[in-house]
Nanobody, 115 residues
Framework: QVQIAEFGGDLVQPGGSLGLSCVVSGDDISIDTMSWYRQAPGKQREFVAR???????AYSASALGRFTISRDNGRKFMYLLMNNLKIEDTAVYYC?????????WGQGTQVTVSS
């Protein structure tokens, strides 16, 4: 059984930084692509960033230049460093993984950017 846990959501001021972690557990699981998505109140869930098993990355236009995604394949761990946060970054951030053709989601962690 695959379990995903996200950590690091918090209240931060505009212009501040925050790091989100995603930890995956499960026996004999092989993780392909790992991604971050987010969902703001009243809006659809949207893509933020992804990283392949070969560490190729992609970012949304909003995240590009401000966010950095990384992963540790051995520890089944993914990290999102968010800099220069804006009020519009406020959302629940979700970890998403693709493994052997199946897709899994975490429960999300709340990020609130407010002064």
């Amino acid at each position: 059984q695959v379990q995903i846990a996200e950590f690091g959501g918090d209240l931060v001021q505009p212009g501040g930084s925050l790091g989100l972690s995603c930890v995956v557990s499960g026996d004999d699981i092989s993780i392909d692509t790992m991604s971050w998505y987010r969902q703001a109140p009243g809006k659809q869930r949207e893509f933020v960033a992804r990283i392949t098993i070969g560490h190729r990355t992609a970012y949304s236009a909003s995240a590009l230049g401000r966010f950095t995604i990384s992963r540790d394949n051995g520890r089944k761990f993914m990290y999102l460093l968010m800099n220069n946060l804006k009020i519009e970054d406020t959302a629940v951030y979700y970890c998403n993984i693709l493994s052997d053709g199946a897709e899994y989601w975490g429960q999300g962690t709340q990020v609130t950017v407010s002064s």
